[in-house]
């Protein structure tokens, strides 16, 4: 692994960065905001260093030492369990994995389930395991775009995927039909930069750990 003076933290761009900005600002550790970075992606100050990259790519870079350390929600850690540690419920972020049916589908708790149930998600990963967990055999048709408009055209029979309101589902006639689980952003390590970076990444930890109320 290369040396690095600075601690390097990996954040998420999307609807988690701007959670995530704040949690920096008021752990003191940097203050900037999105508006101030505008498309930088690399920002180092005062013995940090902010990498933005995409939800999905945050568990790459820890693992792979380019980052100690990465801001992610849980909900990508369900998909993604590599070889990180995960350190601390940061509080911020709260949304549901849902199973969610058209409003006129009979499909409601698992007695009324067919045999063979057909679900589109960009959680096949989560999906299968929760289906199989039940003993319920699923179809899983892993999409990339909106997978609400999947069973209005008759591709599956529901949807797994993320909801913090609900209003996207309503607004798509849809209602939910079972919860998988609940996700919140997640402080994540690289195992080695724990152990050979103890003293600098430890009190990173810490301010962020205080920032988030939590004082384990």
């Excluded at 954040?11 to 900037?32: D, F, I």
């Excluded at 498309?39 to 100690?68: F, K, M």
């Excluded at 679900?119 to 990963?125: G, S, W």
Aim: hydrophobic share 45%.
């Amino acid at each position: 692994m290369i040396q690095r003076e600075a601690v390097s933290i990996a954040l998420p761009t999307g609807v988690l960065m701007s959670g995530a900005l704040g949690l920096l600002t008021r752990s003191r550790l940097m203050s900037v905001s999105a508006e101030e970075l505008g498309r930088q992606l690399l920002v180092e100050r005062s013995g940090l260093r902010v990498i933005l990259v995409r939800p999905a790519d945050v568990p790459a870079y820890v693992d792979h030492g380019a980052a100690d350390l990465g801001i992610v929600g849980k909900d990508i850690l369900w998909e993604s369990p590599g070889y990180h540690y995960e350190l601390v419920d940061l509080c911020f972020g709260a949304c549901r994995l849902v199973l969610a049916v058209p409003d006129a589908s009979r499909l409601d708790g698992p007695e009324t389930w067919p045999p063979l149930i057909r679900i589109a998600t960009k959680y096949p990963r989560t999906a299968t395991a929760w289906f199989e967990a039940r003993g319920q055999a699923v179809e899983v048709v892993q999409l990339h775009g909106s997978v609400e408009l999947a069973p209005q055209v008759g591709l599956v029979d529901g949807i797994v995927d993320l909801t913090a309101t609900g209003r996207t589902l309503r607004e798509n006639g849809l209602r939910v039909a079972g919860v998988l689980g609940a996700s919140t952003a997640r402080l994540i390590a690289n195992q080695a930069s724990l152990k050979t970076r103890t003293e600098s990444v430890q009190s990173v930890v810490s301010k962020l750990r205080e920032a988030t109320g939590d004082d384990r």
